[in-house]
């Protein structure tokens, strides 16, 4: 029993010490913040310090801009670095001696962001903007683009319109004339068509065979090229007109050797520099057909006078006065083989072949605007091709005349051959340089050596009968000239 009054006496003790600690309290403090925070002393220290410097501001200068980096509290649970903040605040917080920094003097900031120029605002270039103004060239290139499109289909649907307008003011007149008309050449067999062949948005052929005196007619109507735009343009500063050209090729036997043309001055001057028939033996300049009642723009290329005088018959005249101006050449010749031969290295050592020709060149009407109702008008002038073919069968000149019709031809042929002398003498010469060294590689590629000495010696034998025969006959020229 006295043990147990000792054992409650030891645990009155410490109770009786905590009740005199309570009574220190005043009413309202926090007994339990009391009992439970040992260190709340310190901790007081450290509230201070976070409430007087919540956070740090740290500024940086750029060239343009300040960025400000706000540094919030740290957290709570960082407890291990409070005592080093509630240090690090404390100096901070303390007054310094103005004393203690007495001949400093603060240097200033030579950052290179101080001393820059201010910002200036610059207006936007206006072919940066985004406008229609931005794009004038690529609508100009879209407008150049479409204008070309609408003026090549116009063009060649024109083109298309002239061409069946006169082929079919002209087909009755030409099948009466011709057993067939409007042969493509596709076909093995000839067979009449009916219709023109294009060759392309400007150009189109008729051919027509099967009549007497005649091996056929090549009619080409040659349009100007409106479906061209470039080609429209250059014609606003040079006119030009639409052309007929026909070429009919005689029989052998059916037209006599002679050559004659009659055409504009203009255009005969050029026939004669630029043909090969014209430029030999028509060599003199075109003559006025006022004699014959032509009218001045028109002129005439004779190889004789008797051509002439046969050819300018009176309905010959009446198309030639009635149409001068759509007339712009026609030519007859025996000797036609084209543009005017060049000499140049490579050319061909002999004539070049001709035919019998007749060729005419008609200009439509319009000076280039032209109608449908233009190409209708040259109906009379396909009738005047159909009598100089007729024309050409029945004229034939008399003796005198054919005499001088072949001492011309064979003077012209005597004149190509001495032209042609020096190219004629270094072909045969290159012939038998040709000739002697196949014969030396035949001799070299031979195995045998007795067959190859043999060779050798006939090859040398050869050469010395050469060299024998060349001096007989100088001996033979001197002696005749003796």
């Known amino acids: 029993m006295k043990n147990l009054y000792i054992f409650i006496a030891v645990l009155f003790i410490p109770w009786s010490f905590s009740l005199a600690k309570y009574d220190e309290f005043e009413d309202g403090d926090d007994i339990m913040e009391y009992d439970d925070n040992d260190f709340a002393e310190f901790e007081d220290v450290n509230e201070d310090a976070v409430t007087e410097s919540p956070q740090r501001i740290i500024t940086t200068e750029d060239d343009e801009e300040e960025a400000t980096v706000e540094l919030e509290g740290q957290d709570e649970n960082q407890e291990d670095f409070d005592d080093a903040d509630a240090q690090e605040g404390d100096t901070e917080s303390e007054p310094y001696d103005d004393e203690e920094f007495e001949g400093y003097e603060e240097k200033p900031d030579a950052s290179p962001s101080k001393n820059k120029d201010p910002i200036t605002i ?89 009549r007497v005196c005649c091996e056929g007619m090549l009619i080409q109507l040659k349009f100007l090229k409106r479906q061209d735009l470039l080609n429209v343009l250059a014609r606003m500063m040079r006119p030009a007109s639409d052309q007929v050209q026909i070429k009919v090729t005689m029989n052998d036997e059916d037209m006599d050797t002679y050559v004659f043309a009659v055409g504009t001055r203009k255009a005969l001057v050029r026939l004669q520099k630029e043909m090969q028939d014209l430029s030999e033996f028509c060599s003199d300049k075109p003559k006025s057909g006022a004699k014959y009642g032509l009218p001045d723009s028109l002129a005439i290329l004779s190889e004789m006078g008797e051509v002439t005088e046969g050819m300018m018959d009176a309905k010959m005249i009446h198309f030639l006065t009635h149409y001068a101006d759509k007339i712009e050449s026609v030519q007859f010749s025996d000797q036609f083989s084209g543009p005017k031969l060049m000499q140049e290295e490579g050319q061909l050592t002999k004539l070049p072949e001709t035919k019998k020709t007749l060729l005419f060149t008609f200009n439509v009407p319009g000076s280039g605007n032209t109608s449908p109702k233009d190409m209708e008008s040259l109906l009379p002038l396909m009738s005047m091709v159909i009598y100089s073919i007729d024309k050409a069968k029945k004229f034939r000149l008399n003796r005198e005349g054919r005499q001088k019709a072949d001492k011309n031809r064979a003077r012209v042929e005597e004149n190509f051959l001495k032209l042609t002398h020096v190219q004629r003498q270094e072909a045969a010469q290159s012939r038998r340089e040709e000739k002697k060294r196949a014969e030396k590689e035949r001799i070299m590629n031979e195995e045998d050596p007795e067959k190859q000495r043999r060779l050798e010696e006939a090859a040398l034998r050869r050469e010395q009968k050469k060299l024998e025969k060349k001096q007989m006959k100088m001996k033979q020229i001197k002696v005749k000239a003796m």
């Open 122 to 210: 610059v207006n936007v270039p206006a072919h940066l903007q985004n406008s229609w103004e931005s794009y004038y060239m690529e609508i100009l290139m879209v407008t150049g683009l479409l204008a070309y499109i609408m003026n090549y289909i116009i063009g060649k649907n024109k083109n298309n319109r002239l061409a069946h307008a006169w082929f079919n003011t002209h087909r009755e007149l030409l099948e009466s004339n011709f057993a067939l008309v409007g042969d493509d050449g596709t076909n093995k067999e000839a067979t009449s068509t009916g219709k023109l062949n294009q060759e392309n948005e400007h150009i189109y052929n008729l051919w027509c065979s099967g």
